[in-house]
């Protein structure tokens, strides 16, 4: 069997790390089962959506790493909604209906007072052809429910029928439809609800696994009645687990926290960014993985736990961390000549300065301290000033190398008596203005004998 599977974002806002779990879970599932990846816009809603998010989306996901093998926008594609909902309507399964939200609300009120349950009473299913020509003359138009299957003869009874599926994540999974009303899948005006383009378009694009979040269950319980009346086979489904904020807040796109642009923006590495994205609320540890193979090759949908998992930056933090400080310079090179660190010595300076940053844009300053001198953060005490003056008198001769700091350190204990922090927290202020940094012994070889002296206070 063919493997594709599609993430089907609406393009309302921008992409946050919720929706990004989401697509990496597809993209992974695709990787992971040389499966193919289509990225398609639910961009049906003309009001809220736009060519911006959905090209920000785009982007988003290539920064990640997620290439889609096509890119669909259900806008463009209404004939084939047309001729779906044709067929559904003359099979009998999609009815048209007149009632205004207010009537709606007092007969839900008043099957509420009659202990039924608050859902649509399929009145409009008695209406007779004369009944709807008077209503249209009236000048309503009708929006059309689909007519959720009850296995009676009788399409007034609610009896309980229950739709199962075996969920990728989640295992046995059940909706009962009883409990639901039939859902409108084409509006007054006669534009098409998500439920519906959604099913049109995955029996049409032969998705074979339906990967998305957990608040869709409920959907998929309707989404399989209306997939079996269009006689197409049911995919396979998953429904994973939301990512809430660090508070256990949702996240949502109206309020553009945690967006990807917003993470990518303050300096986190994509793999950082996907790594969490993919393994918090797994049973897999969290690590930072460099790259997206090795996350296909720990990536297990079926570890994924059933309850909402808090996304803390914290942790973003630290991933962030571990991938630089291991980072190959040849995968650095590019960001770093963007902020102006090339040249020959370049390498060296990445693998002497990579273990102390937090952000790859942390090495300019360090770059900056190699090239123009000391930052101005700490000061030399007073008492120390002798003391290092003494100690650049010692500066081994030329060619220095990583062996120079321990014969420079070795003499200047000997000479002055001074061991541990009070013989390398003076001498480290003086070269780099700084308290904490990158290894001496690697700084040395890069500042060289004159840049050294250069600092001498
Ligand atoms: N917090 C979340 N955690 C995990 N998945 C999510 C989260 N929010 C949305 N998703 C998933 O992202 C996919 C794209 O959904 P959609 O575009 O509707 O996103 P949304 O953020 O829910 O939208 P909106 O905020 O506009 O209502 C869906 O599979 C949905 O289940």
């Given at each position: 069997?063919?493997?594709?599977?599609?993430?089907?974002?609406?393009?309302?806002?921008?992409?946050?790390?919720?929706?990004?779990?989401?697509a990496l879970f597809n993209w992974l599932f695709a990787?992971?089962?040389?499966?193919?990846?289509?990225?398609?816009?639910?961009?049906?809603d003309t009001v809220r959506s736009k060519t911006e998010y959905a090209d920000a989306t785009i982007a988003d996901l290539d920064w990640l790493g997620i290439e889609p093998a096509r890119i669909e926008y259900q806008s463009k594609r209404i004939p084939v909604y047309d001729a779906a909902a044709e067929r559904l309507k003359a099979a009998g399964v999609l009815y048209p209906c007149y009632e205004t939200s207010?009537?709606?609300e007092r007969k839900r009120k008043l099957r509420l007072a009659r202990r039924l349950p608050?859902?649509?009473?399929?009145?409009?299913?008695?209406?007779?052809?004369?009944?709807?020509?008077?209503l249209e003359a009236e000048g309503r138009q009708p929006h059309w429910r689909f007519l959720l299957p009850n296995f009676k003869d009788d399409p007034f009874a609610?009896?309980?029928?229950?739709?199962?599926?075996?969920?990728?994540v989640r295992d046995r999974e059940t909706v009962d439809l009883a409990s639901l009303s039939d859902p409108v899948l084409v509006r007054e005006d006669g534009t098409y609800l998500y439920t519906f383009t959604s099913v049109v378009d995955d029996i049409d694009m032969e998705i074979s696994h339906i990967i998305r979040g957990n608040d869709h269950i409920t959907n998929s319980g309707v989404q399989i009645a209306i997939i079996e009346a269009l006689g197409a086979k049911v995919p396979d489904l998953g429904h994973i687990n939301l990512l809430t904020t660090a508070s256990g807040e949702g996240i949502s796109k109206r309020t553009g926290a945690l967006s990807i642009g917003s993470l990518r923006r303050d300096g986190y590495e994509p793999m950082a960014v996907a790594s969490l994205a993919v393994l918090i609320g797994t049973s897999e540890n969290v690590t930072a993985v460099p790259d997206m193979a090795t996350l296909a090759d720990i990536f297990d949908p079926?570890?994924?736990?059933?309850?909402?998992?808090?996304?803390?930056?914290?942790?973003?933090?630290?991933?962030?961390?571990?991938l630089i400080h291991a980072m190959p310079y040849a995968q650095a090179k590019d960001r770093l000549a963007a902020l102006g660190i090339e040249g020959e010595r370049a390498e060296e300076f990445w693998l002497a300065v990579r273990g102390n940053l937090s952000r790859i844009s942390d090495a300019a300053g360090w770059w900056k301290i190699i090239k123009d001198g000391?930052?101005?953060?700490?000061?030399?005490?007073d008492e120390d000033r002798d003391f290092v003056r003494t100690a650049f008198d010692l500066l081994p001769r030329e060619p220095w190398s990583r062996e120079t700091w321990k014969l420079w350190t070795d003499a200047v204990k000997i000479q002055s008596g001074r061991k541990?922090?009070?013989?390398?927290?003076?001498?480290?202020?003086?070269?780099?203005?700084?308290?904490?940094?990158?290894?001496?012994?690697?700084?040395?070889?890069?500042?060289?004998?004159?840049?050294?002296?250069?600092?001498?206070p």
């Open positions: 069997m063919t493997i594709t599977v599609r993430f089907a974002p609406s393009p309302t806002g921008y992409i946050h790390i919720g929706n990004t779990r989401i990787l992971k089962n040389n499966g193919q990846f289509i990225l398609r816009f639910d961009d049906t207010e009537e709606l608050p859902i649509y009473g399929r009145d409009a299913l008695k209406l007779t052809a004369a009944d709807r020509e008077k609610i009896e309980r029928t229950e739709v199962h599926w075996n969920d990728l079926a570890a994924t736990s059933k309850s909402a998992s808090k996304f803390d930056p914290a942790e973003l933090d630290a991933l962030n961390r571990a000391p930052a101005t953060d700490e000061q030399l005490a541990g922090k009070p013989l390398f927290m003076p001498l480290r202020i003086a070269l780099t203005g700084l308290s904490s940094g990158p290894e001496l012994a690697d700084l040395l070889p890069l500042l060289g004998r004159e840049g050294t002296l250069a600092r001498r």
